[in-house]
């Protein structure tokens, strides 16, 4: 008998039992298999990850997904060869991980060179190498081929496709075909129907034999039923054969296969509670997680989730999904949203469908976006391809900028670095969506100061999917057009608010700097702190901009141990200004973290080098995420820039409402000061 589990909005379990026990603030830290491993994979990954691109970039490979390539007869010590040995070190590490996220049914894998025998993994014989087919190895290094690694590159996103919903569809067969908030109610309905089907089968001896005998044990399961007659509880002939060759009825069989189900389902409801309130153990955290959820958006698909997929709900609730990101996260070299993900070599994500994201905060961010309430469809992340073509498309696209905005104080005008501007992709009309600035409003700047921000501009060469090498790009360096905007942006916003002593400005690399108050005044001499170098994490600088807002506004915040500042409907908004050159390696954690907040508004100014289509392959990135998330917007410029266009399509998305011509003319003058 199947029995199918009914409509979501026929359940209305509670989001999250409350604990046993009295609400209390101490608590030891939670922990669980994922959290177990993420530990110990956390202690290398940044390492090997570094490893993999210093090898790369020793041998002139410029595509982070293809590995070094070295045959030998021999022991070689070539740094290609060291990286090998130090994965294939690191295997015990990966199959730890594998456990702890795999789903019932999958099998664990991995591209070890010298343990490929017997790992199962489904790409090895089904990928073409970037190096081609026979490619002699053993006294040089080779070098991948364009046409085989487009090939590589069709092929891998064909099998991503096919083995994720294969994975999919796999975990969905599984999960309980019954509420297992009801499973105890299920399993005696279930056993009270056998009981009676037995009963009203037994009292005519014409259309069944009677099976049970004298066996006492059957009896106490079937309990005593005649029809009246002593005679017509005449053994069957064949019920001794049949009891000895352990043969049940179907009854018998739909009872014991009901008690699997049902103790199976126990055993899933009992893990979902022991780790809701492992995670979330008093009531300021589950306040602090229902207010994230809806927030974000998933309240409702997180309960449903919870009632007909629960063994998907309970990996997602181990990793995390259903709660702010901690902040502790924010300064570490890695954490479990910094984990790459590598389906070639086995290197697994959360979900079932993980395989083609680039590292865990990517799949997170996807899944979140697919299970917001009124996603349309599936927002699926596009391929290598896909983004390569719509970043070409982009491209393509740029257009003279508007004269109107000449100025010949421009960096490029006044380092001549080349003759006029580059020109420029349009942004979309202006379209107002969070509210206007009002005077409470706090305005700080972010600014990255990775080591890109002072090299020479150059652009990638492309042959199909293959970065072939760099050229010079004739434009200014990326840190002088930062400093630019930043000096027109802030007499911009003087002259709006008459805050003429500034605004807080904080830098990132690898770690987050607060600079102090710059103002028109001021910025040639507060620019001599800032020092560039070092990767570019923004989590770090995010992290000390909300220390600075609720530093001026703790008294209408709260603070969590775990996941930080909280704020109050008192809390003003923060405005932040956002300068970027690239993609920051932990950009998806904090598109992430700016999901759940309703508190902040940030404006993102993408600086990019003349016909990079890495530029625009972050750009339509950003794009993507403005159109979901409301508290973001961005504008980009590439190449020679024209500065003024920039400042006035920052200020329109910074303050949120439309500035005529003629507005921001007078807002753009330097600002009057006494003294």
């Known amino acids: 008998m199947q029995i199918q589990a009914p409509p979501a909005q026929s359940y209305s379990p509670p989001p999250y039992e409350a604990p046993p026990v009295a609400t209390r603030r101490a608590h030891r830290p939670h922990t669980n298999q994922v959290i177990e491993a993420g530990h110990i994979r956390a202690r290398d990954e940044q390492e090997m990850q570094n490893m993999l691109q210093n090898v790369q970039m020793a041998f002139k490979i410029y595509n982070s997904d293809i590995d070094p390539e070295h045959d030998s007869d021999y022991y070689c010590n070539c740094l290609i060869h060291q990286y090998k040995r130090a994965k294939m070190n690191r295997v015990g590490v ?15 894998y991995h591209d070890s060179y010298q343990m490929t025998l017997f790992s199962n993994n489904p790409y090895r014989y089904r990928i073409v190498s970037p190096y081609g087919y026979n490619n002699n190895s053993y006294y ?58 037995s009963s009203s089968t037994l009292g005519d001896d014409k259309k069944r034999p009677m ?19 002593d ?50 153990p008093d009531d300021e955290w589950r306040q602090i997680v229902a207010a994230y959820q809806d927030k974000v958006g998933m309240t409702r698909k997180i309960a449903d989730l919870r009632v007909r997929h629960p063994t998907q709900y309970l990996h997602l609730l181990r990793a995390g999904y259903f709660e702010p990101i901690p902040v502790a996260w924010a300064n570490l070299n890695s954490n479990p949203l910094k984990f790459s993900i590598e389906a070639a070599a086995g290197w697994r994500g959360i979900t079932p469908t993980w395989r083609g994201y680039e590292d865990t905060a990517e799949e997170r961010l996807y899944w979140v976006l697919n299970h ?48 006029g501007y580059s020109k420029q992709v349009m942004p979309a009309p202006f379209r107002p969506f969070d509210a206007p600035e009002v005077p409470t409003d706090d305005t700080m700047i972010l600014l990255d100061v990775s080591g890109s921000m002072d090299f020479d501009p150059v652009r990638p060469n492309y ?58 005044q001021n910025l040639d001499k507060m620019w001599r702190n800032v020092r560039l170098g070092g990767g570019t994490r923004v ?46 390696t932990d950009m998806d954690e904090f598109e992430l973290d700016l999901l759940g907040l309703s508190w902040v508004h940030v404006t993102i100014f993408l600086i990019g080098v003349d016909g990079c289509p890495h530029h625009h392959r972050h750009a339509n990135e950003l794009q993507r995420i403005s159109e979901v998330n409301h508290h973001v917007a961005f504008v980009d410029a590439q190449g020679n820039t024209p500065e003024r266009f920039v400042t006035h399509e920052l200020l329109k998305r910074h303050l949120g409402y439309e500035i005529s011509m003629s507005e921001f003319v007078e807002m753009e003058q330097p600002p009057p000061y006494s003294g």
């Open 211 to 229: 099976e049970m005998g004298s066996d006492e044990k059957r009896q106490s399961v079937a309990g005593s039923f005649t029809n009246g007659s």
């Open 539 to 584: 989590m770090t600088g995010w992290q000390k901009v909300k220390e600075l807002h609720f530093q001026k506004h703790s008294e209408s915040a709260t603070h969590h141990p775990v996941y930080g500042w909280q704020a109050g409907p008192q809390t003003p908004m923060l405005r932040l200004l956002l300068l970027l050159d690239g993609e920051a």
């Open 94 to 108: 990966q199959e730890m991980w594998s456990k702890a996220v795999m789903y019932p049914g999958e099998k664990s």
């Open 372 to 419: 917001r309430e009124g996603s349309v469809g599936m927002r699926m992340k596009p391929d290598v391809i896909s983004e390569m073509n719509m970043a070409r498309a982009r491209m393509a696209s740029a257009v003279e900028p508007p004269p109107i905005y000449f100025s010949p104080d421009d960096t490029c005008h006044v380092q001549h670095t080349s003759e």
């Open 231 to 280: 005679k017509s509880a005449k053994p069957s002939r064949f019920s001794g054969l049949k009891k000895a060759l352990a043969i049940k009825s179907p009854e018998e069989k739909a009872v014991i296969k009901t008690e699997k189900k049902a103790s199976r389902g126990r055993e899933i409801r009992n893990a979902i509670l022991a780790e809701e309130r492992g995670r979330w």
């Open 463 to 520: 042959d199909q999917y293959m970065i072939t090498g760099y050229s010079r790009s004739t434009q200014p360096k990326n840190k002088d057009v930062a400093k630019a905007i930043i000096r027109r942006f802030t007499d911009a916003m003087a002259n709006h608010d008459h805050n003429f002593s500034g605004y807080q400005l904080t830098t990132f690399s690898s770690k987050a700097n607060y600079i102090g108050v710059v103002n028109h």
């Open 140 to 197: 040089s290094t080779p070098r991948p081929n364009p046409r085989y690694h487009a090939q590589a590159v069709q092929q891998t996103i064909q099998l991503n496709a096919a083995l994720n919903a294969e994975a999919q569809a796999a975990i969905n067969a599984k999960e309980p075909n019954f509420n297992i908030w009801e499973v105890d109610q299920l399993a005696s309905s279930m056993s009270n129907l056998t009981m009676d089907q």
